[in-house]
């Protein structure tokens, strides 16, 4: 895994607290620090997220696609 994807990884777990926490005590970090959640520099924070994730997606799909990959040995190789 890349510093590219690491950087996406971490961001998008801090995103992932963000809506726990707002689920949990309806409190949104982002909006606060922004001034509001319709508020440029929020809007911008939630678009770096949400390209985090589709990053992660592909990771994902790296990591099922090298996991079905493995081949488990038939009988005759062991």
């Keep these: 895994m890349?510093?590219?994807?690491?950087?996406?990884?971490a961001i998008t777990i801090?995103?992932?607290?963000?809506w726990g926490v707002a689920g949990i005590f309806?409190?949104?970090v982002v909006?606060?620090?922004a001034g509001g959640s319709a508020e440029?520099?929020?809007r911008f924070i939630?678009?770096?997220?949400g390209i985090s994730g589709l990053i992660n997606l592909?990771?994902?799909f790296d990591y099922q696609r090298d996991?079905?990959?493995i081949r488990m040995p038939t009988p005759k190789e062991v």
């Excluded at 890349?2 to 990884?9: D, N, P, R, V, W």
């Excluded at 939630?46 to 997220?49: D, E, L």
């Design 2 to 9: 890349g510093i590219f994807q690491k950087i996406a990884l």
């Design 14 to 18: 801090i995103g992932a607290l963000n």
């Design 26 to 28: 309806r409190f949104d």
């Design 31 to 33: 909006a606060q620090m």
């Design 40 to 42: 440029p520099l929020a």
């Design 46 to 49: 939630y678009v770096v997220i």
């Design 58 to 60: 592909g990771i994902l």
């Design 67 to 69: 996991r079905d990959d």
